[in-house]
């Protein structure tokens, strides 16, 4: 059972415009989400994270939104930059679990 | 860098061998989380310590086992090796245990199995 799902495997988007990535999860437990950033040969580095009080956090030219009614929460990097060329995992675990739940993963490429 | 370092970074055996792979957290992580990622999958969790003592165990075979020492360093023993054991083996530490704002687990750079 696919509880963290990221339904496009790939994304692709011009230099300077907005990256929109998207995560359903299906458990309703999940009270914590977190996007990582995985380039080749190297591990996921985490990015930003949410709890499920809040809809919406900012680090710079990352946001992540929440809508626990939807079960969906997205990344937006704004503006895109030919670094941010990799792949994305979200993730989502509960207060008290030791583990995260990954989704599969989706490989973002930024084109001049 | 995450501050997680994991050796080695490559591992090449045969099937039915076994293998130790190594991690260690950054300073100051008591926690310490094993993760399987397969071609094309996502990461899936393996088990995880915290300061010596097991916490929590995901999908793990039996095959597996992984142990963290007084200094915190952490192995994952993987025995009667199959080719379907191939993958890259992720290593995380956090500060404490448990899923929470400020309690983020941050990956070492991997060890890729290939057991042929």
């Known amino acids: 059972d696919q509880q963290v799902k990221q339904n496009s495997p790939s994304l692709s988007v011009q230099e300077g415009r907005i990256s929109i990535l998207n995560c359903d999860y299906t458990n309703s437990m999940f009270d914590y989400f977190l996007w990582y950033k995985k380039y080749p040969a190297e591990g996921p580095t985490f990015l930003i994270s949410i709890s499920s009080i809040k809809d919406k956090n900012e680090d710079g030219r990352f946001t992540v939104f929440l809508n626990k009614s939807a079960k969906h929460l997205s990344l937006h990097i704004v503006p895109s930059q030919p670094g941010d060329s990799a792949v994305y995992f979200c993730a989502a675990s509960f207060q008290g679990a030791q583990k995260l739940v990954f989704g599969q993963g989706t490989r973002l490429t930024i084109n001049p | 860098d995450s501050g997680v370092t994991q050796t080695p970074k490559h591992l090449i055996t045969a099937t039915g061998q076994r293998v130790t792979l190594r991690c260690s957290p950054r300073?100051?992580?008591?926690?310490v989380y094993w993760y399987q990622q397969s071609l094309d999958q996502g990461l899936q969790f393996l088990i995880q310590?915290?300061?010596?003592?097991?916490?929590a165990k995901g999908n793990i075979l039996e095959r597996f086992s992984a142990q963290q020492f007084p200094d915190l360093h952490s192995e994952l023993n993987l025995s009667s090796l199959e080719l379907g054991d191939s993958a890259l083996y992720f290593c995380?530490?956090?500060?404490?245990?448990?899923?929470?704002?400020?309690?983020?687990?941050?990956f070492g750079p991997g060890t890729r199995l290939t057991v042929l």
């Open positions: 995380a530490s956090s500060v404490v245990s448990g899923g929470a704002l400020g309690n983020e687990q941050f």
């Open positions: 300073s100051g992580d008591l926690s």
């Open positions: 310590y915290y300061n010596g003592e097991e916490r």
